[in-house]
């Protein structure tokens, strides 16, 4: 039997693949999850091959290493988005050039990307981050604070909140990841029962390479796929 050889475009396949049956599994329609290409230290060559493979979202976590890239690629058939930390000096050269903020994890944050945004005559689109583990070494809005600071996101009127975001603590196994994934999924369906104003739920950007068949079972509708695509990457 030939096998498939190892090259982006056939790993692109095999994850398009997954999600499809995952989605299947659970009900879900697969064109509902869209696969976001994760190209932290990928080059702008082999960006470009998963592109050509039919990739049509990336994610990148650097400002300057994404400038390039969106420079090389352009915007035509290609979505940015912006998914790694990022501090409040750095808000005005992200707001504008990404499609969605994937890491709002802060009302200041959120202040300075309003701010931003309005200064550029624009709507921001972004997604919450949720520190769902109480982890210390990560940033995000707690479960419980976010309700609390709901009234004054949904006064930023030049942030276009889509949805919810996380990584869950580290697991040894995907299934370990399910209870974080899950506990995401009903954060937001309780925020919409409770009212968000202009605040838009129905995303969630969740699942990377070692679990995003579970998150897409769990209701991501953005997963986050790096290593599985480009191979372990080089920091």
């Given at each position: ?162 949805g919810l975001t996380a990584i869950p603590p580290p697991s040894p196994t995907a299934e370990d990841a399910r ?57």
């Amino acid at each position: 039997m030939d096998t498939e050889p190892d090259t982006i475009a056939a790993r692109v396949r095999t994850v398009r693949d997954e999600i499809h049956r995952a989605a299947i599994r659970t009900g879900r329609v697969p064109d509902t999850i869209r696969l976001v290409a994760v190209s932290k230290t990928v080059s702008v060559e082999r960006l470009r091959e998963a592109v050509d493979a039919g990739i049509r979202h990336v994610g990148e976590n650097r400002l300057q290493e994404a400038l390039p890239k969106i420079e090389a690629l352009g915007r035509d058939g290609v979505v940015w988005h912006f998914i790694g930390a990022l501090q409040r000096r750095k808000v005005k050269s992200v707001v504008g050039r990404f499609d969605t903020i994937h890491s709002v994890d802060s009302l200041a944050l959120a202040e300075e990307i309003d701010r931003r945004a309005q200064e550029a005559s624009l709507r921001q689109r972004v997604l919450l981050e949720v520190n769902l583990g109480g982890e210390v070494s990560k940033e995000g809005f707690e479960p419980g604070a976010l309700v609390a600071v709901l009234s004054s996101l949904n006064g930023l009127k030049h942030l276009d909140i889509r949805g919810l975001t996380a990584i869950p603590p580290p697991s040894p196994t995907a299934e370990d990841a399910r209870p974080y994934f899950r506990q995401l999924r009903e954060l937001a369906q309780r925020l919409t029962a409770q009212g968000c104003g202009n605040i838009n739920m129905q995303e969630l950007s969740m699942g990377m390479s070692h679990d995003y068949q579970v998150a897409v079972e769990e209701g991501a509708t953005y997963v986050r796929v790096g290593t599985a695509i480009f191979g372990a990457r080089c920091d």
